[in-house]
Nanobody, 122 residues
Framework: VQLQASGGGLVQAGGSLRLSCEASGRTFDMAWFRQAPGKEREFVAAMRWNSGNKDYSASVEGRFTISQDNAKNTVVYLQMNDLKSEDTGVYYC??????????????????WGQGTQVTVSS
């Protein structure tokens, strides 16, 4: 399975961006992680296809929304609102081929996209 992420860019603090990730095949769960300069990759959000099973990190809950494109069951979005400078980083989408529930553990994801840069200016 290949993942193609897009939608990053430069935005002012308080603004919004929507990231997209398209998978080339079937997966169980999709997630977004991010990595800021000099920091480790961190979990942002995850979801299971066609279910209400979603999870968010505390730092983005209430501002970010992960969702699927119901017309195309291969595209996942990350709607990011009220962006802050600390949201700056490279955002990666990831997918799992199996699992009982969504997870925040990056090592459990089987496939990774190439990353898309999000820069929030203050």
């Amino acid at each position: 399975v290949q993942l193609q992420a897009s939608g990053g860019g430069l935005v002012q603090a308080g603004g919004s961006l929507r990231l997209s990730c398209e998978a080339s095949g079937r997966t169980f769960d999709m997630a977004w992680f991010r990595q800021a300069p000099g920091k480790e990759r961190e979990f942002v959000a995850a979801m299971r296809w066609n279910s209400g099973n979603k999870d968010y990190s505390a730092s983005v809950e209430g501002r970010f929304t992960i969702s699927q494109d119901n017309a195309k069951n291969t595209v996942v979005y990350l709607q990011m609102n009220d962006l802050k400078s600390e949201d700056t980083g490279v955002y990666y989408c990831a997918a799992r081929a199996r699992g009982l529930t969504v997870t925040r553990i990056s090592q459990l994801y089987d496939y990774w996209g190439q990353g898309t840069q999000v820069t929030v200016s203050s």
